[in-house]
């Protein structure tokens, strides 16, 4: 998989979905939205993961440490995509906080891509 620089336009799209797991709110009521775009996506289940985890993980996890978090509803696609852009650890090793976290949500979310991936 390329950089996300080389692959905004495709990426943008999951970046924008999976933020919603970094929202104060439940994000078991995102998941079937979530998997619905990861399943429309070009992308395999590992590079979904890798967004996950090196992408969206790194530039919205400060909304999860701000008590009220500052962003309830999904930040604007513009400021999201700079902010990947310049957060992202394409490359580099998973960043440690929130990564138990991140990971109990990505497997319910895998668990949903592929349902729906089985039965569409």
Not at 68 to 85: D, T
Not at 90 to 97: A, D, E, H, V, Y
Not at 98 to 103: C, D, G, P, V, W
Request: charged share 35%; with cysteine; aromatic share 14%.
């Amino acid at each position: 998989m390329e950089a996300p620089e080389f692959d905004i336009e495709d990426r943008s799209k999951n970046w924008d979905a999976m933020q919603m797991l970094y929202m104060d709110t439940d994000p078991k009521c995102e998941l079937d939205y979530i998997a619905s775009v990861c399943v429309a996506s070009k992308y395999t289940n590992q590079e979904l993961r890798d967004i996950l985890f090196f992408e969206v993980l790194p530039s919205v996890r400060f909304n999860l440490l701000m008590l009220p978090a500052p962003e309830w509803s999904g930040f604007e696609r513009e400021w999201l995509i700079k902010r990947v852009l310049d957060k992202h650890r394409f490359g580099r090793r998973k960043p440690i906080l929130f990564r138990s976290y991140t990971s109990t949500w990505w497997k319910k979310l895998e668990d949903k891509i592929e349902h729906v991936r089985k039965y569409s």
